[in-house]
């Protein structure tokens, strides 16, 4: 067997050895895992080993069997590549690198020294771990607690506060305008708890703490919020949530790739949302598809679009719907996949990217989360697209207007004030408008 043939076999054979042994620590092996340095660069383990939270126990790097496996560990850490648990091989030897010093190194067919080195690699230990599943548990026991809190708060409110009774007004009727017009009192309560308690997350998850701030529903919900819940009452009444907070904060911290994101993202609102509301949570569902399953489905329709339209999906006049968005997967690796054609991005992400969303919790996620990943590409934009509608409950809109439109999926327009409106194909009458912020 040629050094090449053998090197090739080796290093095979180590990511397999890698996966299988992760597998029985309920760890997934991600190949070519983005990693975000300091510096802000990216770099590209040749693997990693991921918790269910997407935060990594430790990375891989092989290298070549004639490199100098010494002076390329020096070359990856000047590149800034993590330091505090990771395995760097050549098919002839191993060197466990943990909090910047070496603990051990062997060959790859000594079979004991192989199996330490694996043992000290998998029983790394991280806090932020530990610490997260510590707060899990103490958060469906407080949480409960500080849900009758708000909610005797906004009663109260309701009745005695007529700064907060004006702003709940003027939300609703926001609401109406922006969001559905079948939303009701009940469901700004909802829409304001579930804010204010994921307000923390979201500054935790993203990069940038603020820029939640900027999307137009936030913006009047934090205003409703300011009437009647500051200071010591709102620094009082979270206190049993605050070890929750902090462990995201840590944990958010360790994934830095936006794939990883995403799924970390999906982890804690599903952990969130199956506490909050177990109930809705099973009704609807809250289970999403994987992200490389997004992927590949989004891959694959490029390629067919190119195939049998000779277009591809960044091109104009190619709409997308996403029917069912959840917490924004679908348009956000869409996004993703669109990087580096900025003006192509943002005429699709203005103008022929569309999602829909029945839950409210979910709605209000998937906005936050796609204007976040297009900023963090384009600079921030508010995303017009996005409705809250059943869109099983919506096809006779979209067959209709689909006629008028010559078969041209896009069944929404903007009136001459940028409200976006239905339009019957028989009669061109406005009808209700079904999705709920300036344009579709």
Not at 75 to 92: A, C, L, T, V
Not at 271 to 296: H, M, Q, S, W
Request: glycine share 4%; with cysteine; charged share 30%.
């Amino acid at each position: 067997m040629s050094g090449t043939a053998r090197e090739s076999v080796v290093r095979e054979a180590f990511k397999t050895l890698l996966k299988d042994w992760g597998k029985s620590h309920d760890l997934t092996f991600i190949p070519e895992y983005e990693y975000q340095t300091l510096q802000k660069m990216r770099v590209y383990p040749d693997g990693a080993l991921v918790y269910e939270l997407r935060v990594p126990l430790g990375y891989w790097e092989a290298k070549d069997e004639e490199d100098d496996l010494d002076k390329e560990i020096e070359k990856k850490f000047r590149k800034g590549y993590p330091q505090d648990n990771i395995i760097f091989e050549d098919s002839h030897e191993a060197i466990l690198i943990q909090n910047r010093q070496e603990v051990i190194r062997c060959g790859v067919q000594d079979p004991a020294k192989l199996q330490k080195l694996l043992e000290l690699f998998f029983s790394y230990e991280r806090a932020e771990i530990e610490d997260f599943r510590k707060a899990v548990k103490q958060f469906k026991t407080d949480l409960p607690e500080v849900l009758k809190a708000l909610r005797d708060m906004i009663e109260t409110a309701e009745s005695g506060n007529d700064n907060f009774r004006k702003a709940a007004i003027r939300f609703l009727k926001h609401a109406q305008e922006t969001i559905n017009p079948s939303v009701t009192a009940a469901d700004v309560r909802e829409m304001l708890i579930q804010h204010i308690l994921t307000e923390e997350i979201f500054s935790q998850v993203f990069d940038d703490s603020n820029f939640h701030r900027q999307n137009n529903v936030a913006k009047e919900l934090y205003a409703l919020e300011n009437t009647f819940f500051t200071g010591k009452v709102k620094h009082d009444t979270l206190a049993g949530l605050r070890s929750y907070y902090a462990a995201i904060k840590s944990a958010a911290a360790l994934v830095t790739g936006h794939h990883e994101k995403q799924k970390f993202l999906k982890t804690i609102y599903e952990n969130f949302y199956k506490v909050y509301d177990k109930k809705k949570a099973d009704r609807l569902g809250v289970v999403y598809t994987p992200n490389e399953i997004v992927r590949f489905m989004i891959e694959s329709a490029d390629w067919l679009c190119q195939q049998h339209f000779s277009k591809t999906l960044i091109d104009k006049n190619v709409e997308i719907l996403d029917p069912a968005a959840g917490t924004g997967t679908f348009i956000t690796e869409l996004i993703e996949h669109f990087r580096g054609q900025p003006q192509k991005l943002r005429h699709k992400y203005l103008e022929e990217l569309h999602a829909n969303e029945v839950a409210i919790l979910p709605y209000y996620v998937a906005n936050l989360n796609i204007e976040a990943t297009y900023a963090a590409i384009n600079g921030f934009e508010e995303y017009p697209n996005l409705c809250f509608v059943d869109t099983l409950d919506n096809v006779a809109g979209l067959r209709a207007h689909a006629i008028a439109k010559n078969q041209h999926w896009r069944f929404i327009r903007r009136d001459e004030r940028g409200k976006c409106r239905a339009y019957q194909a028989t009669e061109q009458k406005e009808d209700q408008c079904r999705h709920w912020k300036p344009a579709l």
